[in-house]
């Protein structure tokens, strides 16, 4: 039986929340969530990788169990968190490893790439995004018009992200039979966005979300120059990074595994055993270091 540990630790006075499970002296696969998650979304995840990985999913700042300081104690950006997961990786000894991204996971998991190339020796990408082409502009363009004027009109058009309907609608829009999906999940995200200066938080990161399209062409770079193993595991009828987007990577990594599954955003929670199927049959034949 799989033991998942429940850790926390200090980071530049922040406190990152991790859970991790597997031997200690085992290859790493770190996991990279979205919003409105946390490390939450790999509860079930987890116990299925520990048996030859040390795995370790943290919640990003401002995010799960980590530290969520209001916007005028820390800048929420892309940048920032990824600073932050770099320093608690350093912090826990982690110098390489496997990284599976998903939504906001993907943008902090390319900016730890290109900042230490080396230390990066896969890639799981679970609608996770990296081109143009995966953006479905219905869902996006709302995003983009903020990031353009940042008025408090383009601003307050984003608020009903936020609720109910919107964080119910990203676990089951997709899903052939949406109760597949634990309702515990979203009722988990949407008790912490209820918490104080938890809109301004998530207002802040949408709107500077577009800076993460600034650093695509590096990352196709890094992952053609670098020969990086790639698995691209997608829920093909995601309507907020759709199949282009993970069709693409076999511009960059032509060898690249592809699999589309018949779900959505979060297809952990509706395709778990073939998700993790996909995975450990993929890690066993490229066996990252």
């Known amino acids: 039986m799989v033991t998942v540990h429940h850790r926390t630790v200090s980071v530049d006075g922040l406190e990152v929340f991790w859970r991790e499970a597997g031997p200690a002296d085992a290859p790493v696969l770190v996991l990279l969530h979205g919003y409105p998650s946390s490390s939450h979304m790999f509860r079930h995840l987890i116990p299925r990788l520990a048996e030859h990985y040390r795995v370790i999913a943290p919640d990003h700042i401002g995010f799960g169990r980590s530290s969520a300081p209001s916007v005028d104690d820390f800048e929420y950006t892309f940048a920032a968190l990824a600073e932050t997961t770099a320093r608690f990786l350093s912090t826990i000894g982690v110098t390489r490893y496997t990284i599976y991204v998903q939504d906001y996971g993907a943008p902090i998991g390319w900016r730890l790439a290109l900042r230490g190339p080396a230390a990066v020796v896969g890639v799981i990408t679970q609608n996770g995004n990296a081109y143009e082409e995966g953006f479905v502009p219905e869902f996006w363009n709302p995003i983009w018009a903020d990031a353009a004027e ?11 992200a936020l609720g109910r309907a919107a964080v119910e609608w990203q676990y089951t829009h997709g899903v052939p039979d949406p109760s597949t999906v634990d ?18 938080v998530q207002l802040a990161l949408f709107r500077d979300y577009s800076s993460n399209r600034d650093l695509y062409p590096a990352v196709h770079e890094w992952i053609r120059t670098s020969h990086v193993p790639v698995l691209a595991i997608w829920g093909r009828n995601d309507e907020i990074f759709d199949a282009a987007g993970a069709h693409t990577f076999l511009r960059d990594a032509p060898n690249a595994r592809l699999e589309l599954l018949d779900g959505g955003h979060f297809l952990l929670e509706s395709h778990l055993d073939l998700v993790a199927t996909s995975i450990t049959s993929w890690l066993a034949e490229k066996r990252p270091a």
């Not at 940042?150 to 009903?160: D, H, I, M, S, V």
């Open 150 to 160: 940042r008025t408090a009109e383009t601003r307050e058009a984003l608020r009903p």
């Open 183 to 200: 309702p515990d999940a979203w009722e988990h995200d949407l008790a912490l966005l209820a918490r104080a200066g938890q809109d301004d």
